[in-house]
């Protein structure tokens, strides 16, 4: 497969699963709600390829308003009073159908009711609602905030609002864009993910200069300013401590002790879980839970935090904590919650008997739980499997479950995908990433 590169010399990146969903909300009469993490391709997605899909479909330029509120040129239209008023006195009185596109909502400000200063002041919310209401006009907003946006959708929006959360590259899509050899394109990808502009960036340094500065000039500087937070070095702290131990149980109090350690000074749990829903509002990072699978109930805590995109973790950690477990297990996460599903970490527990010939309960891991609906899979991730000790350690869990749902391991040692004869699908991680047939 050759590199899909336009005639301008831009590469295309196809996004087509995004963009089916946005073909297929077209003029539902709800706003359309794109979120992620920032430079993961959601203005791309909006303000190129759906806008050359409405182009190619009849509709033309004028038909399409187009506002960045990241930008200078648009900064008037972060009041909501400005924005409405522009918006509708284009659209108004008109027959055709309108498109709104309006990038970085959460840059939007709050301002006084200019007819009750005493009153509830006026939010980009109350301006899409009102926007919502014009029935040749057809709104999407792009976000970078989930505590803005997601949470806020079904109260503010009044349910007339549905999200498109939009992540990193998945492996196939990376790999659409690259083409060559899947294996070299999945050991590039393992060490810098899936940002759609690493893709044009000419060389390693490059690459590597590029995702430093993402966290340095964009996340870290975001959280900061609007989040108001006061101590940066702890902050800065606990992505180190969330990057180098993915696929680690963790927790407040554990953080906080190795806190303490380093920075000689107390942070308290409550500053620390505070910080990470930052994080998570910013969606740098996701939160996978654990499960009892036969009690069929959530534990409190530890609880396990993947990277929304391994580039970024790695480069985090300055590319020096390249351990390919701990890599293979984030981007099964990230490729199982691109593709619809909730991920777990699942817990079965085994009876034994211990040294003092006593029966006693012991927990048992399973990497993932994910689900969709009626669908359910178990999914255990590891690099190789070259023991009968090995083998017996990644099957256990699954013998204690005592389910008919499908279970897999996940492996970088095998070459076709086989079945053992206990019905568990042992497939490699390249096949697995590209087809998603397989679940």
């Known amino acids: 497969m050759g590199s899909n590169v336009q005639s301008g010399g831009e590469m ?38 759906y806008r050359n899909h409405l182009l190619a479909s009849g509709i033309t330029e004028d038909q399409i308003i187009s506002i960045e509120l990241d930008l200078a040129k648009d900064i008037k239209y972060r009041n909501p009073l400005e924005l409405a008023s522009y918006v509708r006195g284009i659209v108004s009185k008109k027959d055709k159908p309108f498109y709104l596109f309006i990038d970085e909502i959460q840059m939007s400000d709050v301002v006084a009711n200019p007819y009750n200063p ?15 209401s014009i029935a040749n006009l057809d709104i999407y907003v792009t976000g970078s905030n989930s505590k803005l946006l997601s949470s806020d959708i079904l109260t503010q929006f009044r349910g007339r609002a549905s999200e498109i959360r939009v992540h990193p590259l998945s492996f196939s ?13 999945f050991n590039d990808y393992s060490v810098y993910g899936g940002m759609p502009l690493i893709i044009s960036r000419p060389n390693d340094a490059a690459k590597m200069h590029y995702l430093k500065s993402l966290f340095s000039e964009v996340y870290i500087k975001d959280i900061v300013e609007r989040r108001k ?66 009690g069929k109930s959530y534990f409190d805590f530890p609880n396990k935090y993947y990277a929304e995109d391994i580039g970024l973790r790695n480069a985090r950690l300055g590319f020096r904590q390249q351990e390919i477990t701990h890599i293979m297990e984030n981007i099964i996460y990230n490729e199982l919650i691109i593709r619809g599903f909730s991920v777990d ?30 669908k359910k899979v178990y999914i255990q991730s590891t690099y190789i499997i070259d023991n009968e000790e090995k083998q017996h350690i990644e099957k256990r869990p699954f013998s204690l479950i005592q389910d008919s749902f499908p279970k897999i391991i996940i492996r970088r040692d095998v070459g076709k995908r086989w079945y053992d004869n206990d019905g568990i699908l042992h497939i490699n991680i390249i096949d697995f990433l590209l087809d998603k047939t397989v679940i």
């Not at 899509?173 to 394109?185: I, N, P, Q, R, T």
């Open 345 to 374: 970490v699942g817990v079965v527990h085994e009876r034994v008997v211990n040294n003092n010939a006593n029966s006693v309960r012991l927990p048992r891991e399973i990497d993932f739980v994910a689900t969709l609906g009626g």
């Open 173 to 185: 899509e990376y790999f659409s864009a690259v083409g060559g050899d899947s294996l070299v394109a």
């Open 118 to 132: 005493d009153g509830a002041k006026i939010s980009f919310y109350d301006a899409l609602n009102d926007l919502n």
């Open 229 to 294: 937070i006061e101590r940066q070095d702890v902050l800065e702290h606990i992505i180190d401590l969330l990057c180098s131990s993915i696929g680690s149980l963790t927790n407040p109090n554990k953080l906080r002790n190795t806190l303490k350690s380093k920075l000689n000074t107390d942070v308290s749990s409550n500053t620390i879980r505070a910080y990470i829903t930052h994080l998570q509002d910013a969606f740098l990072f996701s939160e996978s839970k654990r499960y009892d699978v036969k």
């Open 12 to 49: 295309e990146i196809k996004r087509d699963y995004y963009l089916n969903q946005l073909i297929a909300y077209k003029f539902d009469g709800l706003v359309k709600v794109i979120t992620g993490l920032r430079r993961s391709g959601k203005s791309y997605l909006l303000n190129k390829i």
